[in-house]
């Protein structure tokens, strides 16, 4: 997709940040194929199989983000091709009508809101882009499965493409309630829900296959221990509505965005809290009532809900929420607003050249944001200077950005960083380490 190559030209001057290290840069089952063959019962293989390719490529960096922004266009496609089959036979049982401009819109909001380079000019961050491309191209077989009534698409291509998502990142095991959605707004009442779950089989049966694999990984087991450990089920409740909504909002207005957002401690209800529950509620309430009268509101905000259960749920994480848990959850809502724009311009029977002017407006603006949020990449120091413009509170951004400093011999612009740091939060024994080695 052109549009994603004009955005995202400027990712490959990016470097390697924060995450790099740790799975990349400092991890040598990545380094070789034989490295790679050697942790093969590690958690992600496939994931970290294109890191060992890219790595062993002789291409550097430049590899990884050719890499990176080839899978954000092929799903940008995706999004396109799948969203053009929306609702399949229309409500009362009749001709399949594909939609054709707000799909072309939805998959240009996708592939340009600025909200998706965590995911793409961030190395690392392709865990979720390459995940979302078999979690979508999975959804794709089987809609084509359906359309056709094809065993091969449905039993076969599909659940193979599922497979390959949860090697990659084990949030797609959300794929087999996607379906249920897409068929709830999809369906002829004509047809009956047996049927439908017979369609299904393969990929439930993947599923309870791959809980039970999950269940029995000491490396999933290790990760679940430790993370249940962060806080109690109740605060992360608490913690994750601000989370959700913080998320949303970064959707509505990305200009603010931040590779390690902090969130206050939570450990009961304040009003803030509680309006922000409110509005999410009935987002989700919304959601649910819309199914029937506008499938494509219901369906977007469903969308959005599920694609962040996996991260944003009952689990505790030490990072509450970040922006690229929004890569695939966004699609539902930019469909949503570009059907109900449309909607909005044909009752008020808008002049065509206006709607499309607008539309453009949008798409340059956020193709424009996406261009400076990609600048941010460029080095580390650049990411964290960002970082700590976008929230200058956050005690971790400020000892990140001292290390920065430290690693680029800026000695005393890292020892200011550590000291602000320390002044927002006093027992951070990280930056008083930091310091003092500085010193």
Known sequence: MGAVLVAYANAFGGDFQFDDYNVIVGNPAVHSLSAWLGDLRGIRPLLKLTYTINWTSGLGLFGFHLFNVAVHAANGVMVYLLLRRFGGASARGGEPRPY?????????????????????????GRSMSLMAFFYLGSLLAYVRGRESASGFWLYLVSPALFVLALLTKETALTLPVALILWEAVGRSRRESVRSILRAQAAHWGVLFSSLVSLALHPGYARFLSSNFGI????????????????LLFQLVWPVHLNIDPMFPDVSGWTWGLAGEALVLGSLLAVGIVSLRRRPWFGFGILWFFLHLLPTNSIVPRLDVANERHLYIAGMGLFFAVAVQLLEWSRRLAADRRIVRTGAAAVLIVLGVLTVSRNHDYRSEIALWESSVRADPHNARAFNNLGHAYALAGESEKAGSAYREALRLHPGYDLARRNLAILE
Do not use: C, K, W
Request: net charge negative; no cysteine; proline share 7%.
């Open 100 to 124: 054709e401009v707000p799909p072309l819109f939805a998959a240009l909001l996708f592939a340009l809101h600025p909200v998706q380079a965590e995911a793409v000019t961030y190395v690392s």
């Open 231 to 246: 806080r109690s089920m109740a605060d992360n409740l608490l913690a994750q509505i601000d989370g959700l909504s913080y």
